[in-house]
């Protein structure tokens, strides 16, 4: 199966992206055999890929780097890179391959210490591969000081070096380094398209992950796991009845202790095994005695992990809380959407009963008040307001609307 397949309703940057590794793949083989460059080529060294969440950012850079690396032998007698095969391909996908450095962080920010880390690797040769390939998938998450650490490599790239970068819009990224890229728009994938492949390459039910693809509105990682994950679809049906649970103050607070607790609670499951992993994993390469006893001088390094895996909840937690937000904005929009007399793309088509009834006892007016509260809860969050305080506040608002 090419790699262009996982790309979920993204015909056109498809297109483009085969288009660059065909010129890439010319490039490299010219350079090989010592004959002439191409004398065009759609291929370059830096790529921005943005869209909104679930629209593929990551997949399609991850996509593109297997291209890169294609070693099929049908490319000698006409074919495109890509084929999803071969070596080059799997192992780029699957994140092994000694030329291509997938960077995501679980923390909130990517930092200067690990950014000029990435730089110098990124001024060597391939070491066994075509290129040498650098996919960010949170370049949004750099700070303004690890971003003009990259912009000097971006600048000055080495010949067979590239970058990949993701974010969800251009705005997110330094203006410097966006002006430095080809950009890529991913659009956020049609429902149908997505339940289509839960079917295809999940082995997913057709009913089950086409009310997974509604709910989700189209991204393609949270239809995935909530139609796998029992445990997500029983957080999100909890969430999804917080709007009848707020009559009175009593019950907005009780509500939003709720909605923080059961986003601690997400983020507490997540990490401990990973956690746990990890932390075996670095006292068994510290060399750790039995009975878990450390060599001396160690404790800075296991001081430096559990902080970095604090960080990591932290970030954990606020992104199922997040999660829980845009699940109730598409309840209320679900909401409005009844008022204005239209259910053809009805995001909880399950709760229709719950939603003709607050349809019917309210007002579209007071329904766009209710999304402009989760909407201010979410920027409340992301400018580290207090998360109780912000939910509190939230609750409150959708009550009175």
């Known amino acids: 199966m090419p790699v262009w397949d996982d790309l979920v309703g993204q015909e056109k940057v498809s297109e483009q992206l085969d288009a660059a590794a065909r010129d890439a793949d010319a490039l490299v083989t010219a350079v090989a055999a010592a004959t ?12 921005l890929f943005t869209g909104p ?104 790239p080495a010949p067979r070096t590239v970058w990949l970068l993701c974010a969800p819009s251009l705005e997110d990224v330094l203006p410097t380094i966006r002006s430095r890229c080809r950009h890529l728009t991913l659009r956020t994938p049609p429902v149908a398209a997505v339940a289509d492949i839960l079917v295809r390459r999940d082995g997913i039910e057709p009913d089950v992950a086409d ?42 607070l009780k509500a939003a202790q709720e909605l923080i607790d059961a986003a601690s609670e997400d983020a507490k499951q997540m990490a401990e095994e990973i956690d746990a992993k990890e932390t075996e994993e670095l006292k068994a390469a510290l060399g750790a005695a039995q009975g878990g006893r450390m060599p001396r001088g160690t404790a800075g390094v296991m001081k430096e992990l559990e902080d970095k895996q604090k960080r990591r909840r932290t970030r954990t937690q606020r992104d199922s809380l997040d999660l829980a937000l845009i699940d109730l904005t598409a309840f209320y929009r679900d909401v409005l959407a009844l008022q204005f007399g239209s259910d053809r793309a009805l995001a909880n088509t399950e709760l229709r009963d ?3 009834r607050l349809a019917r006892g309210t007002t579209p007016e007071t329904t766009l008040r209710r999304i402009e509260a989760i909407a201010a809860c979410r920027e409340a969050l992301d400018r580290n307001v207090a998360p109780l305080l912000a939910v509190e506040a939230m609750t409150m608002a959708l009550r009175t609307g």
């Open 36 to 47: 002439p460059l191409p004398e065009t080529s759609k291929m370059t060294h830096a790529w």
């Open 53 to 156: 969440p679930g629209s593929g950012r990551s997949t399609a850079a991850r996509a593109f780097a297997a291209a890169l690396q294609c070693v099929s032998p049908d490319r000698a007698l006409g074919g495109a890179p890509g084929c999803g095969f071969c070596d080059g391909c799997h192992t780029s996908l699957i994140g092994t391959h000694a030329d291509v450095e997938i960077v995501r962080t679980d923390l909130l920010s990517i930092g200067v210490k690990e950014t000029r880390d990435l730089v110098r690797r990124a001024q060597l040769s391939p070491a066994t591969g075509r290129w040498q390939v650098i996919v960010m998938e949170d370049a949004d998450r750099l700070t303004e000081g690890a971003g003009n650490v990259l912009l000097k490599a971006v600048e000055e």
């Open 211 to 252: 009310v997974a693809a509604r709910a989700t509105q189209g991204h393609v990682g949270r239809a995935r796991r909530l139609a796998t994950d029992p445990s997500a679809r029983e957080r999100r049906a909890s969430v999804l009845k917080l709007p009848l649970r707020i009559d009175d103050v009593g019950g907005c």
């Open 354 to 356: 719950t939603l003709e």
